[in-house]
């Protein structure tokens, strides 16, 4: 660096990055999001590897460190970015929920005395804390339509108590041949 008032210039843009590093970090303790975790991650290892390479090219001579953390940290950005798009394509395209969630949704929908049989469901996660299940049941042969509707409202007040990250339940009453037959012309394209 030629003079100390670029020197001036350098650390209050390191000490900016700083604070929007640790904004960030806020941010995602707050909310939980990874996207911003990460994003605070490559900050703090940007302002380390800036400070590093500012460091070794002002007070050591090494003129050269200053270009390779300028390429380090693009190339810390490109990997982030590469993770990034592979969490947001899961979440657009919509992958399935845990396993753990789907067993106790079935669970949930087995312990209801009218359901004589739970076919089987589908689950979308919509977004982190947001899932939408479709759920195939086989009520009682003997109900009426009014008490089918009762142990939907049930099932339905169970389930989002248990897991209130399940945001919208559909249930479908249907015999198990009907359900299977839809489930294999699903698999057949």
């Known amino acids: 660096m030629a003079d100390s008032s670029s ?6 843009a390191l000490a900016g990055n700083l604070l929007v590093a640790i904004t960030k970090a806020g941010a995602a303790a707050w909310t939980g999001s990874s996207s911003m975790l990460s994003e605070a991650v490559h900050s703090l290892v940007g302002i380390v590897l800036a400070a590093a390479g500012t460091y070794a090219s002002a007070s050591l ?3 050269v460190a200053d270009g390779i953390a300028s390429i380090a940290i693009g190339v810390v950005l490109a990997v982030v970015a590469v993770l990034l ?3 947001s394509k899961s979440l657009l395209i919509g992958e399935r929920a ?9 669970a949930l929908a087995g312990q209801e005395q009218s359901v004589a049989r739970v076919n089987g ?3 979308v996660q919509l977004a982190p804390d947001q899932v939408l299940v479709g759920l195939s049941l086989e009520f009682a042969d003997d109900l009426r339509t009014p008490q089918i509707e009762k142990a939907v409202t049930e099932i339905e007040a169970r389930v ?3 897991h209130p990250e399940v945001v919208t339940l559909f249930v479908k009453p249907q015999t198990e041949g009907t359900y299977r037959d839809i489930v294999r012309r699903l698999e057949e394209g």
């Open 7 to 12: 020197r001036t210039v350098v650390y209050a």
């Open 61 to 63: 001579g090494l003129h």
């Open 85 to 87: 798009a592979g969490e």
């Open 98 to 106: 845990d396993r753990e969630l789907s067993e106790a949704i079935v």
């Open 121 to 123: 469901l589908l689950t």
């Open 160 to 162: 989002k108590a248990a």
